[in-house]
């Protein structure tokens, strides 16, 4: 999640043809899916272009004196997104009075393993010799659970 704060203060009263543009970070292990209409700055609703992964508010005129707040979010793939990887996401305001002015935000991808296998104590399997005991095998992937259809045999130590 990114918090976006934009506050119009400065010498001038009034900033002309303002615009703010948001570089997402996109990658084929992220996704943007908020809808526009719930991350407006003041009464501005952003338009998105998932061609190039970018939200823009146009603002018209931005009178000073005002301070802008929404946050953004990026969905990440479970199972997919790798430890470590950064996310940035890059601001561009302009402003007839103003220079390009640049600002840009990382957050970190603290993902684990998707996929552990544990086993479980059944019972001893009186059909067999006294050595003989059953396990069931689970294996975790994601969110996601599978058992074995059956306890799967193996040998008690």
Not at 5 to 23: D, E, R
Not at 35 to 58: E, K, R, W
Not at 64 to 91: F, I, R, W
Request: charged share 15%; net charge neutral; proline share 7%.
């Amino acid at each position: 999640m990114y918090t976006v704060t934009l506050k119009a203060t400065g010498v001038f009263t009034q900033y002309h043809n303002a615009s703010l543009v948001i570089q997402l970070p996109l990658h084929p292990y992220t996704a943007f899916t908020q809808n526009v209409n719930d991350i407006p700055l003041g009464s501005t609703i952003p338009v998105y272009n998932p061609a190039d992964g970018t939200l823009t508010y146009s603002f018209g005129t931005l009178n000073a004196g005002q301070v802008l707040e929404t946050v953004l979010k990026v969905d990440t793939l479970n199972g997919v997104s790798p430890n470590g990887a950064d996310l940035t996401a890059t601001a561009n305001f302009t402003a007839d009075e103003l220079p390009l002015l640049t600002d840009t935000a990382s957050i970190q991808i603290e993902a684990q393993g998707g996929i552990s296998i544990t086993k479980r104590y059944v019972q001893v399997d009186p059909t067999q010799n006294s050595n003989t005991c059953r396990f069931r095998v689970q294996e975790r992937c994601g969110k996601s659970n599978w058992r074995s259809p059956r306890p799967q045999p193996a040998r008690c130590i």
